[in-house]
């Protein structure tokens, strides 16, 4: 049964840090994985999926980068602003057909002006 | 906006009423999924439709009942619930569930309170 761990459960960080979000999961046969942004009391936004063919994907400060043979993901967050504060998720889809994403728990981020 | 809308937002019912939760998607998406998230568990994957037909139901109890009636609806109908049903009812859809065009697209939830 595919699990998903996240790492670290909660961080803070002065503005302009670079950061770093890590997911884990325990079988590596995936379709893809995506990492999502969720606003407290709301629903989730995408940002960025990865194909288990592909090594990163980019979207403007964010940088997400996939191991799959050791089971791994990295969201990286450049220069971090206030803006940035919500909780991330991981998540990924087995590649059994019929199985649909599997969450990890997320990680808080907090980022102080 | 998402596209995906959710109504009502909050929910508070007692153990003994039925009630039922809304989702509509306007992105002309094939599948929707509804998922569950408690206060102290990751997001679990409850139901997924696919062309207005369930393809998963992930060991949901039977007081959950799906409905799909197009592809732009789904319900989710409550009857009997227990205190421990109290969570954060999210909608999902995608354009379709194979093909790497499998961004799901989230509603902002029903948060529900059973007393």
């Known amino acids: 049964k595919q699990e998903v761990t996240q790492i670290p459960a909660a961080l803070s960080v002065p503005e302009g840090e670079n950061l770093v979000l890590n997911c884990s999961f325990t079988?590596?046969?995936?379709?893809?994985l995506q990492w999502f942004r969720q606003d407290p009391g709301k629903g989730l936004t995408s940002l960025l999926l990865?194909?288990?063919?592909?090594r990163e994907q980019t979207s403007g400060r964010l940088n997400a980068s996939l191991d799959k043979s050791s089971g791994r993901s990295t969201l990286y967050i450049a220069a971090s602003q206030p803006g940035d504060s919500a909780t991330y998720l991981c998540?990924?889809?087995?590649?059994?057909?019929?199985?649909?994403?599997?969450f990890g728990p997320g990680t808080r981020l907090s980022v102080l002006p | 906006e998402t596209g995906v809308t959710q109504t009502p937002r909050h929910l508070v019912m007692g153990m003994t009423n039925k009630k039922s939760l809304k989702c509509e998607q306007h992105?002309?998406?094939?599948?929707m999924y509804w998922y569950k998230q408690s206060a102290k568990k990751p997001l679990e994957l409850m139901f997924v439709?696919?062309?207005?037909?369930?393809?998963e139901n992930n060991s949901v109890p039977s007081r959950f009942s799906p409905e799909c009636p197009n592809s732009s609806h789904l319900f989710l109908h409550l009857h009997t619930l227990q205190p421990e049903d109290s969570a954060l009812y999210l909608c999902?859809?995608?354009?379709?569930?194979?093909?790497?065009?499998?961004?799901?697209?989230f509603g902002p939830g029903t948060r529900l309170l059973v007393l």
């Open positions: 999902a859809s995608s354009q379709d569930l194979t093909g790497g065009r499998e961004t799901q697209y």
């Open positions: 079988d590596s046969a995936i379709y893809n």
């Open positions: 990865i194909q288990s063919s592909q």
């Open positions: 998540a990924v889809r087995p590649d059994n057909y019929g199985q649909n994403f599997v």
């Open positions: 992105l002309g998406h094939n599948a």
């Open positions: 439709y696919s062309l207005e037909e369930r393809v």
